[in-house]
């Protein structure tokens, strides 16, 4: 099922996410709802505070890598920083670029039965759980942009919401 998101200001996207101690079968459907309403959005990965559950999962699916369940992530960056585009569903319409995400990091979370796992993400993939977990810890990009770059994206995203849904869709296309 689909679930709308969570945009910005709403203020639980500020809220820190409780830890996972519970794998049942409220937290499949959560997960499955999660990937429908990732890949309606046309998003690579997404956070369950985004679809206001303030648990710590969240899935990805970036490029040619596995679809990702991760649930209470940790990482370990083990690579630099790169520059990168970031965009965010939950802040639709506008990306901004900088270098606050690292390009390798080794990733341990649990799966949908609890049994941990690990795995190394680079690039985009890293990109993308670096993302989800600033989510699950209320944080956005905008964030980590500087004071004058998290203007400039705020502007814009303001200006986008003021020309409403269909403007933006005629706009991109679809």
């Known amino acids: 099922m689909i679930r709308p998101l969570v945009t910005h200001p709403d203020?639980?996207?500020?809220?820190r996410s409780r830890t996972v101690d519970?794998?049942?079968?409220?937290?499949?459907?959560l997960v499955d709802d999660m990937i429908d309403t990732m890949r309606d959005a046309d998003g690579i990965g997404l956070a369950a505070v985004q679809i206001g559950v303030h648990?710590?999962?969240?899935?990805?699916?970036?490029?040619?890598?596995?679809?990702?369940?991760?649930?209470?992530?940790?990482?370990?960056?083990?690579?630099?920083?790169?520059?990168?585009?970031?965009?965010?569903?939950?802040?639709?319409?506008?990306?901004?670029?900088?270098?606050?995400?690292?390009?390798?990091?080794?990733?341990?979370a649990q799966d949908l039965d609890g049994k941990p796992y690990e795995f190394e993400a680079e690039g985009l993939e890293a990109a993308c759980v670096q993302h989800e977990c600033d989510h699950i810890d209320g944080k956005l990009y905008i964030d980590r942009l500087s004071p004058v770059r998290r203007q400039r994206v705020l502007r814009r995203y303001a200006a986008l919401q003021k020309r409403g849904p269909d403007e933006d869709q005629e706009r991109a296309g679809g």
Do not use: H
């Not at 203020?11 to 809220?15: D, E, N």
């Not at 519970?22 to 459907?29: A, N, P, Q, Y």
């Not at 630099?80 to 802040?91: A, K, R, T």
């Open 55 to 108: 648990l710590r999962v969240a899935v990805m699916e970036v490029g040619d890598s596995p679809l990702r369940v991760m649930i209470n992530p940790q990482y370990e960056a083990i690579g630099e920083p790169m520059p990168l585009e970031e965009g965010c569903l939950s802040v639709p319409g506008v990306q901004e670029k900088g270098k606050a995400r690292n390009n390798r990091l080794w990733v341990r």
């Open 22 to 29: 519970k794998f049942d079968d409220e937290l499949r459907t």
């Open 11 to 15: 203020p639980r996207l500020r809220q």
